[in-house]
């Protein structure tokens, strides 16, 4: 790709017309350009943005830049492809009136956006793949690594590792689910035994897959909530279609909107509806307390 250099001072005079979104407080040229910033002495103070909602951005082709605004920084790309999805602030960049974030969306890094690009958001909808634990592989026990495996899928991870693989490679107990998977996960249980593994062995299992998965169980309900905002999704031990009374049941949590979580229900079959759904924060803490607030994250 052809890059064009362009100082400060010629950028504040190019046309709003040719660069829409280019103005003297915030650089965020055109798509195929590079910035080369006369101020040398810029200097930014740059810290993580994890513990951060994450934000939507905006409509329209904003530049993406290989590092905050500065000398020699240039275009790695625009926002076309992801213009008004929700992405995950990885860091943040200040300095005097400027502001830029890291942004990352389904565990692709797509560089530094000036913060005019971002708005926030009160819907939280996380990127997943969804996975059913009964087709086109049956394994009727299989709902805790089923629901890791679609919490993974948010941050880009194991999309291309068979449900059978998955299945097949989680920590094995004979008797305690503290240690890994009790039972057969490809068969209906018939006996006095849970068959289950816990959130510690579960948690222990993502880590070979992408290291920051955890077991947070206790975590209260505005910690899962600010969890969500921040653009990592839940495994947590509730009951089916989050309904009734507790089972042990294991769903995803990829959403949270005024009072609502989304759920992603990973029991599902060829003409099942309703697998991804709302259910309120009321009814998800009633349920999520019963069975011991059992839980897992992926950060």
Sequence with gaps: MKKTILTLGIAAMLSSTAFPFMNSQALTASADSVVNISDNNLKYDIKSARNLNSMKVKSGNWQLFNQPYSSLAYSVGNTKDISGKLVQLDQVATAGNY?????????????????????STSEYVLPFTYTSQHTPLEAANACEVTSLKMALSVKGIGKDVSLRTFIDNMPRSKNNADDGFVGNPYKVNHTNQDWTINPKPLAQYGRTYYSNVYDITGASKDDLISEIKHGNPLVIAGSYRMQGKATGHMLTVVGYKDGYFLMADPSSRKNSKGYIFWTSVDNFMRIYNDYGKKAVVVR
């Design 99 to 119: 502001t830029y974030y890291h942004i990352s969306y389904n565990g692709k890094d797509y560089g530094w956006i000036n913060s005019d690009g971002l708005e």
